[in-house]
């Protein structure tokens, strides 16, 4: 009978374990496989989209999540993956009505001819409709009523926070009155945008909780494009 090698060399590591006479089989038996996973793991990534932890641009890296389409350029961390896939579940799960648009915009004023159009004119070149008050709210109206509108017609919420969005919250503005309608709503993805995660955390915790998508990480055209995919229906 094969004698456990413990006491001389010890299993303090996997290769020790795996050495051992009386244990390496015991070993590779709980450890050496990996066919019991793969029958019952439903998994948020396109079995066609390539390695799991790469970069989010373009390139040999990055994944694709399991509602890219075929032959998409698009690529994704895995963690940007794990913070969309909610959000596109919910979207698969409402029922698609003629008036509703695709997202609806929240910025700051001081962005509505900078960044804030800037995504908003990328989003309609890739055909996804955008609520958005630069064209949206009509001169004299309500501005207060015609969010709520276009909140209630939005598919998703999209808030684009920048150091003026930041400001503006501190501020108690219209930023903040749209942001506390988002915030109770699931169907929100922050964009960070020239700032952190950290400095939205400060200002607001319960919206920097949530993940979403980073131009650290990204250029603008390619949030565009993963908006535009989370989106399609």
């Known amino acids: 009978m094969a004698r456990c090698t413990a006491p001389v060399r010890g299993h303090r590591s996997s290769a020790a374990a795996r050495d051992c006479p009386a244990c390496g089989s015991r070993y590779y038996g709980r450890y050496g496989g ?3 996973y793969g029958s019952s793991y439903s998994s948020p990534y396109s079995s066609s989209g390539g390695s799991i932890g790469g970069g989010s641009r ?5 994944t694709r999540p399991r509602w890219s389409r075929a032959g998409s350029s ?8 794990r913070a969309l896939t909610p959000i596109r579940e919910s979207v698969e799960k409402r029922p698609p009505r003629p008036t509703r648009r695709d997202v609806f915009l929240c910025h700051a004023w001081d ?7 800037e995504l908003h004119d990328l989003l309609e070149s890739k055909g996804v409709s955008v609520w ?8 004299g109206t309500p501005l207060l009523r015609e969010i ?28 903040e009155k749209e942001l506390s309608a988002l915030l109770a709503r699931e169907l929100l993805v922050p964009i960070v945008h020239k700032t952190t ?3 939205l955390r400060d200002v607001s915790p319960l919206l920097g909780s949530r993940s979403g998508l980073s131009t650290t990480e990204n250029s603008m055209a390619d949030v565009a494009a993963k908006l535009a995919e989370l989106v399609a229906p």
């Open 34 to 36: 990996y066919s019991s």
């Open 58 to 62: 373009g390139g040999g890296g990055g």
């Open 74 to 81: 698009v690529v994704y961390t895995p963690a940007e993956v």
């Open 111 to 117: 962005d509505r001819q900078g960044a804030a159009k």
């Open 132 to 139: 958005f008050s630069e064209k949206d709210v009509i001169l």
């Open 148 to 175: 709520d509108k276009g909140l209630a017609v939005s598919r998703v919420g999209v808030v684009l926070v920048t150091p003026a969005f930041l400001d503006r919250i501190n501020g108690a503005g219209i930023a």
């Open 197 to 199: 995660y950290e400095a």
